[in-house]
């Protein structure tokens, strides 16, 4: 499934030493075909209805495509090196991570040491616990297209299926140390601390300053249990950026260095991803039974202002599924949840979100499939506290034809 190359260092080999042996592994996915969709969005912002329609020969629907390099040496004793670095691709755009990317989009990047009987520990930019929690329990496998209220992608497919809006939790930081233990008796446990610590200039005219210290941190852990065929996993992760000198809560900058996909805080609410508390928790299961594997999820999400607990948006969702090979070819899944999001206010007004999606692959080999998938998102008429009515219906879907390698 995988080509791998093996390299023994040629002065080793002129000098007669025994020396370590390393691998690396090319490794990618490519995905494209066709995608459709309609979304009407209206701004908790600005209250103002938008729609959009797409039609074209686009890409990475069910996985986004990607490059990688990953590879291992052993240093004796049961210790290891490990590397990995993953980028992205976009086959439909002339540039290579895409026409809306300056430069080559980077999905991981870390390199680590491993023992033996012990585990793991890695620093780069690397998937957080939540999302490697929930990869492990989701029906649909995280793929693009709207309906999966766990997931809610961000690329969104062009038609705003997700948006900015509907993130359910960072799914990558830079700055990164990460651990992973071996398993002991059925349990893993794992964690990350991410840490970007910098002074600025602070500069001052009149009444207006700017600059400052900027301090973005953040943790998270994670636990799952297997038995036999019952999988159970829990994860916290929870991330905080200060930015001293913007009292006034007028920052808008986005915090793209410790959390990628930055905090969820709507721009006309103070406090977008500076100066915020950002507290996160999913846990998922699964069962197989054999014919079908069954997936139960929950997800909550709540961004809060460092400076005023009054500025903060709230989500949670909860969602079942099932993933099943109908023949030895022929694989389908299925997918329904609903949740809520919370916005700043003294009436804590909220907005009701439901969505589902299925979706099947036909497999030609263990390496290329086709695939179908539609999904669909609808979020209720509510009334925000700056007198925004904030509602949304989404559908997506998408035949195409995906290759790893």
């Known amino acids: 499934m995988k080509k791998v190359m093996t390299a023994v260092g040629l002065v080793a080999a002129c000098a007669g030493t025994a020396q370590a042996q390393s691998s690396v592994t090319v490794y990618g996915?490519?995905?494209a075909g066709y995608i459709g969709g309609n979304a009407r969005v209206v701004s908790p912002i600005t209250g103002v209805q938008t729609k959009s329609t797409v039609n074209q020969f686009g890409n990475n629907a069910e996985s986004s495509s990607r490059i990688g390099l990953k590879g291992s040496e052993d240093l004796g004793g049961g210790v290891s090196a490990f590397f990995t670095t993953e980028f992205q691709l976009e086959p439909a755009d002339q540039t290579l991570s895409g026409n809306t990317n300056s430069g080559l989009f980077n999905r991981q990047s870390f390199v680590g040491l491993k023992k033996v009987g012990l585990g793991q520990a890695a620093v780069g930019l690397q998937y957080t616990p939540i999302f490697m929690s929930g990869l492990a329990t989701d029906p649909g496998y995280f793929n693009n297209l709207t309906g999966n209220v766990i997931y809610a992608s961000t690329k969104a497919i062009t038609s705003a299926s997700a948006g900015q809006t509907y993130i359910g939790f960072t799914a990558r930081t830079a700055n990164t140390l990460s651990f992973k233990t071996d398993s002991f008796a059925g349990f893993t446990v794992s964690g990350m601390y991410t840490l970007n610590n910098k002074n600025e200039t602070q500069t001052t005219s009149g009444s207006t300053v700017t600059g400052g210290n900027t301090n973005a941190t953040g943790y998270g852990l994670a636990a799952d249990y297997?038995?036999?065929?019952?999988y159970v996993t829990a994860a916290y992760q929870a991330l905080k950026q200060n930015t001293a000198s913007d009292t006034t809560l007028t920052n808008s900058a986005a915090w793209t260095q410790a959390q990628a996909n930055g905090a969820t805080v709507p721009t006309a609410y103070p406090g977008n991803a500076v100066n915020v508390q950002d507290n996160q928790f999913y846990a998922g299961t699964t069962y197989d039974f054999g014919i079908l594997k069954a997936y139960g999820q929950y997800i909550t999400r709540k961004a809060t202002s460092t400076i005023s607990p009054n500025y903060y948006l709230g989500r949670s969702a909860e969602q079942v599924g099932?993933?099943?090979?109908?023949?030895?070819?022929?694989?389908?899944?299925?997918s329904a949840g609903?949740?809520?999001?919370?916005?700043?206010?003294?009436?804590?007004?909220?907005?009701?979100?439901?969505?589902?999606?299925?979706?099947?692959?036909?497999?030609l080999s263990?390496?290329?499939?086709?695939?179908?998938?539609?999904?669909?998102?609808?979020?209720s008429n509510t009334t925000t506290s700056a007198g925004k009515v904030v509602s949304a219906g989404i559908n997506n879907y998408a035949i195409g034809l995906r290759h790893t390698f």
Request: charged content about 10%; overall charge positive.
């Open 366 to 379: 263990k390496r290329t499939n086709f695939y179908a998938i539609y999904g669909q998102t609808t979020v």
């Open 29 to 31: 996915i490519i995905d």
């Open 338 to 363: 609903l949740g809520r999001y919370t916005y700043m206010g003294a009436s804590s007004p909220t907005a009701n979100f439901n969505g589902w999606q299925a979706g099947s692959n036909y497999w």
């Open 226 to 230: 297997t038995y036999n065929k019952f």
């Open 322 to 334: 099932v993933r099943s090979y109908i023949t030895p070819a022929v694989e389908a899944w299925a």
